[in-house]
């Protein structure tokens, strides 16, 4: 009797399923399993493992090239991404979304001999908000990262640190990071961008990949206090001028426009509305004792990338031009009469 009705009982649950009356969410109570396998220098593929084993190595002093994440036991409606930084390619995918890697396609590279840096992994699908996706990565010189999870960066950027092993798990959403050995704070370590030389660097290898112009070289034209300004070598100085802020944001500043925003840079340029330009020109007129003519205008234009300011004194009711300064997002002033620069910001 009691067979009877456990038959009965599925059978029903299966045709309740079959037309949609049960949630597949009621399916999600056991935690998939999460395994995967890297391609390690000298050694190429090894064999999966599975939930918080070590892949790659320690010791050895070998990258990790490439990487293969897939679930198991599979719950329905969900599904695990990815994505690696890589030597002289950076994030395979550049912020839409479009190149994540997943269910068990090769993120990196193989027969490049191109080190993996960092790595984000993600569950994703109607159920992914149940679980959270742990994963730990031991970096060259570094030692074990902390943990880390659900899409957030694990390794480094900037540094040319290769990865070398990783750990990875699936838990409950809500369950503290596994445990284990931890030899740095945090999971992630990005190198700031700290002279002119690593700017210019940079600045060439993220042209690149946004598939824009890059050009032969660049110089460097000043510093505003929240990064580079570079100009290209074979262009009038004014005509395109990029800040690179320290955290890795790139700034045209001929056009006032991002073009690309790293994470937490609010903002790069160090003169953002007409009103700080005037009070940064006031006070340089007062700190380098240059007569203050009686009135100073604003022509209400953003010309050349910067903010166009006219002196006058009034003599006998009529304007008589005092200076023509262009004051510049990043503390340069330019004289347009003289046509040089009175006043380059100093590196801070």
Same mark, same amino acid.
């Given at each position: 009797?009691?067979?009877?009705?456990?038959?009965?009982?599925?059978?029903?649950?299966?045709?309740?399923?079959?037309?949609?009356?049960?949630?597949?969410?009621?399916?999600?109570?056991?935690?998939?399993?999460?395994?995967?396998?890297?391609?390690?220098?000298?050694?190429?593929?090894q064999e999966f493992v599975s939930d918080g084993v070590?892949?790659?190595?320690?010791?050895?002093?070998?990258?990790?090239?490439?990487?293969?994440?897939?679930?198991?036991?599979?719950?329905?409606?969900?599904d695990v991404a990815y994505q690696t930084h890589i030597?002289?390619?950076?994030?395979?995918?550049?912020?839409?979304?479009?190149? &994540?890697?997943?269910? +068990? =396609?090769?993120? $990196? #590279?193989? *027969?490049?001999?191109? %080190? !993996?840096?960092? @790595?984000? /992994?993600?569950?994703?699908?109607?159920?992914?908000?149940?679980?959270?996706?742990?994963?730990?990565?031991?970096?060259?010189?570094?030692?074990?990262?902390? &943990?880390?999870?659900? +899409? =957030?960066?694990? $390794? #480094?950027? *900037?540094?040319?640190? %290769? !990865?070398?092993? @990783?750990? /990875?798990?699936?838990?409950?959403?809500?369950?503290?990071?596994?445990?284990?050995?931890?030899?740095?704070?945090?999971?992630?370590?990005?190198?700031?961008?700290?002279?002119?030389?690593?700017?210019?660097?940079?600045?060439?290898?993220?042209?690149?990949? !946004?598939?824009?112009?890059?050009?032969?070289?660049?110089?460097?034209?000043?510093?505003?206090?929240?990064?580079?300004?570079?100009?290209?070598?074979?262009?009038?100085?004014?005509?395109?001028?990029?800040?690179?802020?320290?955290?890795?944001?790139?700034?045209?500043?001929?056009?006032?426009?991002?073009?690309?925003?790293?994470?937490?840079?609010?903002?790069?340029?160090?003169?953002?509305?007409?009103?700080?330009?005037?009070?940064?020109?006031?006070?340089?007129?007062?700190?380098?004792?240059?007569?203050?003519?009686?009135?100073?205008?604003?022509?209400?234009?953003?010309?050349?990338?910067?903010?166009?300011?006219?002196?006058?004194?009034?003599?006998?009711?009529?304007?008589?031009?005092?200076?023509?300064?262009?004051?510049?997002?990043?503390?340069?002033?330019?004289?347009?009469?003289?046509?040089?620069?009175?006043?380059?910001?100093?590196?801070?």
């Open positions: 009797m009691k067979k009877s009705i456990r038959k009965c009982f599925v059978g029903m649950l299966a045709l309740l399923l079959s037309v949609g009356m049960v949630p597949t969410t009621v399916w999600a109570e056991t935690t998939p399993n999460v395994r995967y396998r890297t391609h390690v220098e000298n050694k190429g593929w070590l892949s790659g190595t320690t010791g050895e002093n070998l990258r990790l090239e490439g990487i293969q994440i897939e679930l198991e036991n599979q719950v329905a409606n969900l030597q002289n390619y950076g994030w395979e995918d550049q912020g839409d979304n479009t190149n &994540w890697k997943k269910n +068990g =396609e090769t993120s $990196g #590279t193989t *027969g490049e001999s191109l %080190r !993996l840096e960092a @790595i984000q /992994i993600k569950l994703t699908g109607d159920t992914a908000d149940q679980f959270d996706i742990w994963y730990q990565v031991h970096a060259q010189n570094m030692g074990w990262l902390a &943990w880390t999870k659900n +899409g =957030e960066s694990a $390794g #480094t950027e *900037g540094f040319g640190y %290769r !990865l070398e092993g @990783i750990k /990875i798990q699936i838990l409950p959403a809500g369950s503290s990071a596994p445990s284990g050995t931890v030899d740095q704070d945090e999971p992630f370590y990005k190198k700031l961008i700290q002279s002119p030389h690593e700017a210019i660097t940079y600045l060439k290898q993220l042209l690149g990949q !946004l598939g824009m112009r890059v050009d032969e070289d660049y110089k460097y034209t000043g510093y505003c206090n929240k990064g580079f300004k570079l100009t290209a070598v074979n262009s009038p100085i004014q005509a395109q001028p990029y800040i690179v802020s320290p955290k890795g944001s790139l700034f045209n500043d001929f056009k006032q426009i991002y073009l690309f925003q790293a994470a937490g840079d609010e903002t790069i340029c160090y003169l953002a509305t007409e009103d700080e330009a005037r009070q940064y020109l006031d006070d340089y007129l007062i700190t380098s004792e240059t007569d203050v003519p009686e009135i100073i205008e604003f022509q209400g234009t953003f010309m050349q990338g910067g903010y166009w300011f006219y002196g006058y004194d009034e003599i006998e009711g009529k304007k008589t031009t005092i200076f023509e300064y262009t004051v510049y997002p990043g503390g340069n002033i330019y004289d347009n009469i003289l046509n040089q620069y009175i006043y380059e910001y100093s590196v801070v």
